[in-house]
């Protein structure tokens, strides 16, 4: 009888061991976006770095369309290319088309979105990019490279 007695107890445990959380139960700054399929949700990155903003006296930014395409490009850029671009280059072609302030965010080996922004706040002058005071807008893609190195490219484009 003392065998049993543990049962109850061993049945109670197995009832609460659940499952490993599948993707669809992750939020999506957790999702992996080292896979064709993937795509970055531009709207929880938006939220996310305003919220960061906001904390720390910036204001937030809107996913401007022009700045989402060429984020995008640039994403597919660097992912054809298996490298990251300059920043400067890239600064310089958004003012061209009549932005202020342009500040980029080119980076790659990131393969979710927490970890990007997690690395970025790290970095000074990433960071520097995300907290740009006179900014208002903003653009951020990735690309998926699988035969690269890095894996997934990044582009964060901010600007007024």
Known sequence: MRGLAGLPVMALLGSCATEAPTSAALPSIYLPLANNSAHIDVDAARD??????RNRGAPPLAVDPELQRLAEA???AMALADRPSRAQTVKGAVERLGYADVNANLSAGYHTLAEAFSGWRESPPHDATMLAPRATKMGIATAYAPGSKYK???ALLTAR
Do not use: G, K, P, T
Request: net charge neutral; glycine share 0%.
């Open 48 to 53: 996310m770095i305003s919220s960061y903003r």
């Open 152 to 154: 997934v490219y990044w």
């Open 74 to 76: 640039e994403a597919a």
